[in-house]
C-alpha cells in the first residue's frame, strides 16, 4: 500500500523510479535528497502509511539523513531506500562508495512493519548496484503480502481508574493534545473528553485542530498562564520535551501532577515523574477514559475561578495582538501580515508554516480547524522542511481532498533552504500558494539603507551582522522564472489583492513576497520561547 515516492534518481537507482512507476506508485523527483526525504514523511504523518524517499549512494543517501532524523523525531513512518555501490567492489573505492548500512539498520520485508508499528519511524534499506539489474528466475521470486495494521494497545484499567480519580480531584486542570493525538486520528473521541468533562485544553503545534481552534474550551491565546499554574495535565500524545519546557519550574508548578498518554513505554516518566502512566494508542485509551467517566460522571465548574483567570488571560493576550494587527505604519510588521492572511485563506486549508518569528507568530494567530493540517518545524525544530512538506500535503490532497489547498507560509531564510523546489512545485503543477514573509534576515535583518551603509566599513564577511540577508530580495521572481505567478508586495491593499488572487486561481502556483519591517518581532513573552539551561 505504498502510494508515494520522492527522490533523486541516478547511479544505481535509476531503474527503481521506474519499476516503482510501472506498478503504479507516484514518483515525485525533486532537487535535493534532504525535501525529497521531508516530502516523504510528511505523506507519512497525513497518511499513516509510509512515504518513500529514493536516493542514490554516498551523498545521496546523506543529504537523506536530515530528513530521517526529522521524521524519527516526530514519530512519523518513512522509509528511505538507498542504492549502494556493487557487493563486489566494497571497500575498494567504488563510485560514491558510503559505508551506509553500518549507520542504519537494514531492514527489507520489515521496513513497512517497522516503520509502523508502536512509535512509528524511519527505516532504511539498502540495494547494492549490482542487485538493481540481477537476473533471477521468475518462479524463485517471492511475494509478500501486505502487513497488517498496526495493532491497537490498550492501558491497564487499573491506570485508567487512577487517572480519572487524579482528574476529579484537580482544582485547576489542563487537557495537554499533542500531535501523537492527531497522527492517532483520536479527534472525536478527544473532544467528547473535553465536552464531557468541561476540561480546559492547550494544543502543541502540530496538535492543532486535532479540537478546533475556535472551540471555547481553547485555551492557546493563555498558553504560559495555563502551563504555570495548572495542578494536574493529562498529556495526549505529547512528550515533556524542550515544547513543553520538559515540564518543569518555572514554566509549570514544582507539585503538578501529570497524567501521562502514550504509546511508547520508553517515554513515560521522562522529566516528570507521573502520577499516572497510561500505555497504549491514543484514540483507544481516550475511549477508556471516556468509559470510566461515564461510569463515574464528572465536570470541571465553567464558573472557577480557573476558567475565569484563563479567559481574563485569553481577552489580554488577544486585545495586544489586534492592537499591533491593526497598526498602519509600513513597512508592515508580521501581526499585520498575518491578520489580512488570516481574513482570506481558507478555512480547510493545509498550512505549512516554517521560519523563526514566522513560525511562532503564525502558530499564534492563524487558527486551524481541522486535524492533521498543520506542518511545521516539529520536534527536531527543522528549517527547510516546509517546501517538502508542501510537496507532499499537495500531492496527498490532490489524490484525497482534490479542493483542498495547501499554503506554505515561510521566512525569507527558511525559504531558501529549499527554494529550488518551486521548480519542483511548477514541473508537477501543485497549486501551492506560497507566502514568503520578508524581514531581510533571520530573526531580524537590515533595510537598504543600514545595508549600504554597513559596507561601507568594509567585507561583508567581516562587518555584516551573521543573521542578515540581503535587503528586499525578490523571491517572487522564482516562481515566475518556472510559470507559476509571482506577486511582490508591501502594502495592507496590494496583500489583500495577491491573496484573492492566488486563492481564486486553483490551478497555479504562486508565490507572494511580503515585504516587512525588518526590525518587526514578536510581542513581549513572559518567558523566552526555549527554556535554557540553568547551569
Not at 481552534?213 to 494536574?232: E, F, I
Not at 512538506?389 to 529549499?418: H, L, N, W, Y
Not at 501543485?430 to 514568503?436: D, E, F, G, R, S
Not at 568594509?458 to 509571482?486: H, I, Q, W
Request: proline letters at 7%; aromatic letters at 8%; glycine letters at 8%.
Amino acid at each position: 500500500n505504498i502510494e508515494y515516492m520522492f527522490g533523486i534518481v541516478g547511479i544505481p537507482v535509476t531503474e527503481i523510479a521506474i519499476a516503482a512507476q510501472a506498478v503504479g506508485i507516484k514518483y515525485v523527483g525533486m532537487r535535493n535528497e534532504q525535501a525529497a526525504c521531508y516530502a516523504a514523511s510528511a505523506v507519512g504523518y497525513l497518511t499513516g502509511r509510509p512515504g518513500v524517499c529514493l536516493v542514490v549512494s554516498g551523498p545521496g543517501f546523506l543529504h537523506a539523513l536530515g530528513g530521517m532524523a526529522n521524521a524519527t523525531m516526530n514519530c512519523w513512518p518513512l522509509i528511505v531506500i538507498g542504492g549502494s555501490s556493487d557487493r563486489n567492489q566494497e571497500t575498494m573505492g567504488a563510485f560514491q562508495e558510503f559505508p551506509q548500512v553500518h549507520r542504519h539498520t537494514v531492514f527489507y520485508r520489515r521496513a513497512v512493519r517497522t516503520s509502523i508499528y508502536g512509535r512509528p519511524g524511519s527505516c532504511y534499506i539498502d540495494i547494492p548496484g549490482d542487485f538493481v539489474n540481477l537476473q533471477v528466475n521468475k518462479s524463485a521470486v517471492k511475494y509478500v503480502e501486505c502487513c497488517l495494521p498496526p495493532p491497537i494497545s490498550m492501558a491497564e484499567h487499573s491506570a485508567v481508574s487512577e487517572a480519572v480519580s487524579v482528574i476529579a480531584c484537580s482544582k485547576q486542570p489542563l487537557l495537554i493534545i499533542g500531535k501523537g493525538a492527531a497522527y492517532s486520528h483520536a479527534e472525536n473521541n478527544i473532544r467528547k473528553l473535553v465536552e464531557l468533562c468541561g476540561l480546559p485544553f492547550l494544543p502543541t503545534p502540530m496538535a492543532k485542530g486535532v479540537v478546533p481552534d475556535n472551540h471555547p474550551n481553547c485555551v492557546a491565546a493563555a498558553r504560559s498562564t495555563a502551563l504555570q499554574h495548572a495542578d494536574v495535565i493529562i498529556l495526549l500524545g505529547a512528550r515533556l520535551n524542550w515544547i513543553l519546557h520538559f515540564g518543569l519550574p518555572p514554566r509549570f508548578r514544582e507539585d503538578v501532577r501529570v497524567i501521562q498518554i502514550d504509546i511508547c513505554a520508553e517515554e513515560l516518566g521522562n522529566n516528570v515523574r507521573p502520577a499516572a502512566v497510561l500505555l497504549g494508542d491514543i484514540n483507544a485509551v481516550t475511549n477508556q477514559l471516556l468509559a470510566e467517566f461515564s461510569k463515574r460522571p464528572w465536570k470541571y465548574p465553567s464558573n472557577s475561578e480557573w476558567w475565569k483567570r484563563l479567559k481574563e488571560k485569553i481577552v489580554n493576550n488577544e486585545e495586544r495582538s489586534k492592537e499591533l494587527a491593526l497598526q498602519k505604519s509600513l513597512p508592515m510588521n508580521y501581526y499585520t501580515v498575518f491578520h489580512h492572511i488570516r481574513e482570506l485563506i481558507p478555512k480547510d486549508c493545509i498550512l505549512v508554516s516554517e521560519g523563526a518569528n514566522t513560525m511562532d507568530i503564525g502558530r499564534t494567530v492563524l487558527p486551524n480547524y481541522y486535524p492533521r493540517q498543520r506542518l511545521d518545524a516539529g520536534t527536531f525544530g527543522t528549517m527547510g522542511v516546509g517546501l517538502g512538506f508542501a510537496i507532499a500535503a499537495a500531492m496527498v490532497a490532490k489524490d484525497q481532498t482534490p479542493e483542498k489547498r495547501v499554503i506554505c507560509i515561510e521566512g525569507d531564510s527558511a525559504f531558501g533552504f529549499s527554494g529550488m523546489e518551486v521548480e519542483t512545485i511548477c514541473r508537477y503543477n501543485l497549486p501551492i500558494l506560497i507566502i514568503v514573509v520578508n524581514n531581510n534576515g533571520i530573526y531580524t535583518g537590515l533595510d537598504a539603507d543600514a545595508w549600504k551603509e554597513m559596507l561601507k566599513f568594509g567585507d561583508p564577511a567581516t562587518c555584516v551582522p551573521p543573521v542578515s540577508l540581503l535587503p528586499n530580495s525578490r523571491y517572487e521572481l522564482v516562481m515566475s522564472a518556472f510559470g507559476g505567478k509571482g506577486y511582490l508586495v508591501k502594502t495592507p491593499e496590494e496583500l489583500q489583492n495577491a491573496l484573492k488572487a492566488s486563492i481564486t486561481d486553483k490551478q497555479t502556483p504562486a508565490l507572494i513576497n511580503v515585504m516587512i519591517d525588518p526590525q518587526s518581532e514578536r510581542k513581549k513573552q513572559e518567558f523566552p520561547w526555549l527554556t535554557r539551561s540553568s547551569l
